[in-house]
């Protein structure tokens, strides 16, 4: 009996483990990731997306927010190549992607973002850049063009916008006394939006576990053993994304450029719609997702924003 007894745990523990790895090896997403190099099987999400809505192109500037293991970052360089650059911000210390910039440190710490922002400003400077093509226009202009489904530019807009940007740079001039002439003229420019330097930000955040044990394994290396899905508490999860979600969308709006893109994984809820509310007023398009790859049993999706509006205050989105 006590043989018995000293057994019949071990079995348990026994199938528990044979019915994890079993899961495991049905999961095809994952199986691709290994044979193809990818860092998680998360890749595949960004890559299902991407497929659906075409938000990356050569010579983009990407922002990967919560990047580790590393797996979006390796999508993102690889659909922007050769010209493009990715950087990379988490808490975790994590091995990088080859050909990815990271920073490790808190997104939520203003002093993190406002190190990230000085960062790109300064690479922006000397990365090099796409060569243009026949119709003389580089793939920034391009990309703009295609994202807000404008006619090619015509000889006299480009000298109208000239005018507008020389308009913008030159003192004002004096009115003579008695003019009528009022405010009214100046209606239908747009704000010169500066400091915008990135054309897609990525959000893949989640509050990870504290690190409890482990500590003499491989942790630079496999920092996804300490990633958070769920807690089990579905208000906390839908909370704590509403929170990281906000803070990626302030940032993309201080750096997105015109007609740039915005991805971000949440956890459904009650406040959801109140953050679509705040893409759709920034973004033309805006798109709810749940991507083949993700768990059916698992509550995220991904809001995939689209075409930066570049008119838009930031009262107009945040109310503040």
């Given at each position: 009996m006590s043989d018995l007894l000293f057994v019949y745990p071990s079995c348990l523990a026994h199938n528990a483990h044979l019915k994890h790895f079993d899961l495991l090896g049905k999961d095809k997403f994952s199986i691709s990731a290994k044979v193809q190099g990818l860092k998680s099987r998360a890749a595949f999400?960004?890559?299902?997306?991407?497929?659906?809505?075409?938000?990356?192109?050569?010579?983009?500037?990407?922002v990967d927010l919560g990047y580790a293991p590393g797996s979006w970052s390796q999508v993102a360089l690889d659909r922007t190549a050769p010209d493009g650059r990715v950087v990379g911000i988490d808490i975790i210390p994590?091995?990088?992607p080859k050909g990815v910039s990271t920073i490790q440190g808190n997104f939520l710490s203003p002093a993190v973002q406002e190190e990230v922002k000085k960062f790109l400003k300064e690479t922006d400077l000397v990365r090099p850049r796409p060569s243009r093509a026949l119709d003389g226009k580089d793939a920034?202009?391009?990309?703009?063009?295609e994202s807000l489904d404008v006619e090619p530019t015509r000889y006299f807009d480009?000298?109208?916008?000239?005018?507008y940007l020389s308009s913008e740079t030159a003192p004002p001039e004096e009115e003579p006394t008695g003019s009528k002439k009022g405010k009214k003229g100046n209606r239908g420019k747009l704000p010169l939006m500066k400091d915008t330097m990135v054309d897609v930000v990525l959000s893949d955040m989640s509050a990870p576990w504290e690190q409890t044990d482990g500590f003499w394994k491989r942790s630079l290396s496999d920092p996804y053993y300490r990633m958070m899905n769920t807690s089990g508490m579905n208000f906390r999860d839908h909370a704590g994304s509403?929170?990281?979600?906000?803070?990626?969308?302030?940032?993309?709006?201080?750096?997105?450029?015109?007609?740039?893109?915005?991805?971000?994984?949440?956890?459904?809820?009650?406040?959801d719609k109140a953050l679509e509310?705040?893409?759709?007023?920034?973004?033309v398009k805006v798109h709810r997702e749940k991507p083949e790859s993700?768990?059916?049993?698992?509550?995220?999706?991904?809001?995939?924003?689209?075409?930066?509006r570049p008119d838009r205050s930031k009262k107009d989105v945040f109310g503040d």
């Open positions: 999400k960004l890559l299902e997306i991407n497929e659906k809505h075409k938000i990356f192109h050569n010579g983009q500037t990407v994590a091995q990088p920034d202009e391009r990309l703009l063009e480009s000298e109208s916008r000239s005018e509403m929170d990281l979600c906000d803070a990626a969308l302030r940032f993309a709006f201080d750096t997105l450029r015109a007609g740039g893109h915005f991805v971000c994984k949440f956890y459904q809820g009650g406040e509310l705040r893409l759709r007023s920034l973004f993700s768990r059916s049993e698992s509550k995220e999706s991904y809001f995939v924003a689209l075409q930066r």
